[in-house]
Each structure stands twice: as structure tokens, then as C-alpha cells.
């Protein structure tokens, strides 16, 4: 799809700047050039466009990177991609959601780079029809994933699709269906970024080795409507919907699939970190990966295990990576490396919730370092072999500080990812909002705090940088302040500010 050349978007940008100071009598070149920086400036902070202008983003940034990083902020409608010159032009669906990003997210960290996030000059970007013959445009990243499985040799059932799914994020609904005598299926993550982490992980990938090859896009649909929980549909965040009795076969079209091979055991779903999902009848069993298989289900894709790097090793401990690494998952062990202080193991309960930190956490600023998360190769954290190295290992798996371990707990549902905005809870009542803004102002500047009108002991805190945010969360959750015995502190949806 051929969208409006990136240059002359650019260039018409500054261009209707410069005229602009050429009527105020700006007489010299210095001075226009100071004159066109203040004009920017004033255009980014007073005259909001649903075109949104980044840059600062890495050389070789993908669109769907670019999505994922504003998702949270609102629906997307279009994006231009500056290539090589790390900038994008991305188009809202409407400027209150346009101005939802550039308030909470006016630096987004995209792959460790922190990329400045501002309105553009433009309203819209304009799009031609695609040309004969052409590539076609980008599928728009939507949280529901078309999914087609050839070379169907054993069967794909929705806990096996549930499985896989899951462990890039909640998956909500999931329906299957046969077309031209091939398995389809759609599957609704719970957001766009979960949906694009699916994705990009499954995508080309093969269940087992040799066959169940998937190919996986984006579906033009945002929702999907379950009437009914059987073994072709699913909705998991409703277990009440009505059933129809099972079939005695594979789904139309896929009769010649044999059963699982003979020796591969029934395997128990990963229901992920996420309470409310309910897996379809125990009949719907997953097969065990044979031996030697790879592909979607192939080393990494389950593991618990994170691996950080780049850690600020003067600062960082045991405790802080707990606290940190726990608002996306309950952390069992954490381990920092004995000869490289810089570098950590961090073990979670489930491989869902490691799956969360690495996508929420990599590249994320941490006392003056980007820290880089990814999945290990270790299955679990060691016990420490000595005394020196059992300083810089500590086991957290019966903390009382776990914030899912209760299956119904509404921090599941919460998830978000790091950036200037702070949900504080357990405030005291007695406290002056001034008292919480001065707490917080000791790790960083604070922009704006409101408490809940429903529920005071709630608020929402904006600090200047998600560097910021990070430091005031690490240094005051579960502390004491005021009469409260501690406050819980996390990531919230979107910020607040003066005149908001």
C-alpha cells in the first residue's frame, strides 16, 4: 500500500514552521533556526493531531514494533515508517487517543531506545490505492490472530491452541473452524501487545516437527462473539456459556488426521498466570512434544527463566529484581551472577509470566542502565554452592509479597506496562496529598497525583520519566508511610496531570 512519501511529510513540516516565522520578522538564520525549535515546540505541546510523530527509534524498527509500543494508548489506524532514519508517522483512530500517548507516553522504549513520542503538523496520512502488482500494506495489529495449520498429521485441538497461545499472553476466546479442508482458527489475546508477542513467536513455526505448520496474521476483527463452550469454540472468561454434545471425530475435512502417536502422554495445559481463563473438557487433551521436536513448542518457548543483563551492578540486588520482575509474574528464585555482578537469573512460576517480563521489561531504564531481558536457557535458579554465592541468591517462592498468587486476584486483569504513570493503593486516609507528592518527589519529579474520588486510598501518581516511576516504585512498594503499614504501589493504565 503506497502511502505519502515520507521526505515530503518531513519537509512540509518544517517548511509551514519557517513560513511562519518569516511573518514575524525574524531576521536572521540563527534566530529563525531558535524561532522553528520554539515553534516545534509550542505545535507539540498546544496543538494536538492524531498524527503522531517518533523518533529516536532504532534503524531497523519494524511497524509492529511501533504499534506495540503505543497500543496501550489507543487504536491505530495507519503508520509511515521513516526507514533508516529511525522516525514513523503513526496515525490514531481519533486525537483523544492521540493525545492519551503523547501524555502518558512521551518517551516510548522501543527495543532499549527512548524514542520521543509528539504530535505532527499533519491530521491525517493519506493513503493511495495500492498498485497493481504491488507488496500490498502492513496487516493493522488487532488482538484477534488469524490462524491456518497445514500438514495436519495429529490432531489440533483448542487446549492444544490454548497452550500455545497462552504462553505469550491471556488468551480470551478461541473458535476453529475447516475451510477449503484446512484448519483455521481465531484466537483474541487480551491486547494488541499480546496479540504481536504471539505472533511474532508462532508465526512460521511448526507444533511438532515435520507438520501442524502454522501461519498466523492479524484478523480485521476486534472481538470475537463465543455462544457456545465446545471442543470448536471457547470462550474462556465466561465457563457458563451453554455446550452441544461433543463430535465423535476430527472437525469436517480433517477425517484422515490419526490419533496421537502411539507413546506420547497427555500433557496438562499451560493455563498461564491467568485466573479467570477456564480450559475446555478434560477430553481435549494436549500431546507431549515428541522427542526431538522443535518449532513453536521448542527450547525457550517454555521456560521459566529469564536471563537480565546490563544491571547497574552497585545498585541492583536480589530484592530490587523481586520487586521489579514481580509486577509481571510471582518471582520463585533470583540469582545474581557471581563473577559478573551486571547479569541475573530470575525464576517465575509459570513460563507465561516470564514471557510477560520479557516483553515488558527488556530495554526498560534502571538506575542509569537500559537492562536487556530475555529468555534462558536454564530451567530453573540453582541453589548456591557456597557462602559467597548465597549472598547473591535468595529463594522468594513462600513470599507473602506474590502479588498472583491468589487465582481470583484482580492483579492478573491489571497488567501494564512500565512508564511514568503510578496506580498507588493503601494510602492513608489522613495523609494530605501534598505528603504523598513530597514521598514521592525524594526519587524523582512528580507531575500531577489525584486520588480515586470512590476510593481514596487509591490514586494515580504521573512522575516526569518512566526512569523516574521505576525508582519511586522499587523504593516505596510495601513501605510504610503515614498510618498506612504499606503501600502498594504498580503501573498504571494512563497518567494524570495538571488540568486533566
Known amino acids: 500500500m503506497a502511502k505519502r512519501g515520507a521526505d515530503q511529510l518531513l519537509e512540509e513540516s518544517e517548511q509551514s514552521l519557517l513560513d511562519s516565522s518569516s511573518h514575524i520578522g525574524v531576521s536572521s538564520t540563527s534566530a529563525a533556526m531558535d524561532h522553528l525549535a520554539d515553534q516545534k515546540k509550542i505545535r507539540v505541546d498546544n496543538i494536538p493531531s492524531k498524527v503522531l510523530h517518533v523518533r529516536g527509534l532504532p534503524l531497523d524498527v519494524t511497524e509492529h514494533e511501533v504499534y506495540a509500543a503505543l497500543a496501550h494508548y489507543g487504536a491505530t489506524r495507519n503508520i509511515l515508517l521513516l526507514r533508516g532514519k529511525g522516525q514513523a508517522f503513526i496515525e490514531m483512530a481519533d486525537v483523544s487517543s492521540a493525545v492519551n500517548a503523547v501524555s502518558f507516553c512521551s518517551t516510548a522504549n522501543v527495543r532499549g531506545h527512548l524514542a520521543r513520542v509528539q504530535y505532527s503538523a499533519h491530521q491525517e496520512l493519506k493513503v493511495d490505492a495500492p498498485s497493481a502488482g504491488g507488496a500490498g500494506g502492513s496487516e493493522m495489529p488487532t488482538p484477534v490472530l488469524l ?129 479467570s481463563a477456564v480450559l475446555p473438557p478434560s477430553g481435549l487433551s494436549v500431546p507431549s512434544m515428541p522427542p526431538g521436536a522443535s518449532g513453536a513448542m521448542g527450547p525457550g518457548q517454555g521456560q521459566s527463566v529469564v536471563l537480565v543483563s546490563n544491571l547497574n551492578q552497585d545498585r541492583v540486588t536480589c530484592d530490587t529484581l523481586f520487586t521489579l520482575f514481580g509486577l509481571y509474574g510471582d518471582v520463585m528464585r533470583v540469582k545474581i551472577a557471581f563473577k559478573n555482578h551486571s547479569t541475573a537469573l530470575v525464576q517465575y512460576r509459570e513460563p507465561a509470566q516470564a ?74 486516609d489522613a495523609m494530605p496529598d501534598e505528603g504523598i507528592i513530597s514521598t514521592l518527589s525524594v526519587h524523582g519529579a512528580v507531575v500531577g497525583f489525584r486520588r480515586f474520588p470512590t476510593d481514596p486510598k487509591m490514586g494515580i501518581a504521573t512522575m516526569v520519566s518512566a526512569a523516574d516511576a521505576v525508582h519511586a516504585l522499587l523504593a516505596l512498594h510495601n513501605a510504610p508511610l503515614g498510618a498506612s503499614p504499606h503501600i502498594r504501589i504498580s503501573f498504571a493504565k494512563s497518567a494524570w496531570g495538571p488540568g486533566q
Not at 484446512?182 to 508462532?202: E, K, Y
Open 147 to 275: 490462524v491456518q495449520v497445514t500438514n495436519v498429521v495429529y490432531p489440533v485441538t483448542l487446549e492444544v491452541l490454548f497452550t500455545l497461545f497462552s504462553r505469550h499472553g491471556q488468551v480470551l476466546r478461541i473458535i476453529t473452524f475447516s475451510k477449503n479442508g484446512n484448519f483455521h482458527a481465531l484466537v483474541q489475546m487480551a491486547d494488541i501487545p499480546s496479540a504481536i508477542t504471539a505472533r511474532a513467536n508462532l508465526n512460521n513455526q511448526s507444533i511438532y516437527t515435520g507438520c501442524c505448520h502454522l501461519a498466523v496474521k492479524f484478523s480485521k476483527m476486534n472481538e470475537l462473539v463465543v455462544k457456545v463452550n465446545n471442543e470448536k469454540s471457547w470462550d474462556f472468561t465466561n465457563p457458563t456459556l451453554p455446550s452441544q454434545l461433543p463430535q465423535t471425530g476430527p472437525p469436517p475435512g480433517l477425517s484422515s488426521i490419526p490419533s496421537a502417536p502411539p507413546g506420547l502422554s497427555a500433557h496438562s495445559s499451560a493455563s498461564s498466570m491467568y485466573a
Open 355 to 428: 514471557q510477560l517480563a520479557v516483553t515488558y521489561l527488556n530495554g526498560i531504564p534502571l538506575y542509569d542502565s537500559n537492562i536487556h531481558v530475555q529468555l534462558s536457557k536454564h530451567s530453573s535458579v540453582s541453589q548456591p554452592r557456597s557462602e559467597e554465592e548465597a549472598t547473591l541468591t535468595k529463594d522468594y517462592s513462600d513470599s507473602p509479597l506474590h502479588r498472583f498468587k491468589s487465582m481470583g486476584s484482580k492483579n492478573r486483569t491489571h497488567i501494564y506496562p512500565v512508564s511514568p504513570a503510578l496506580h498507588l493503593s493503601n494510602l492513608p
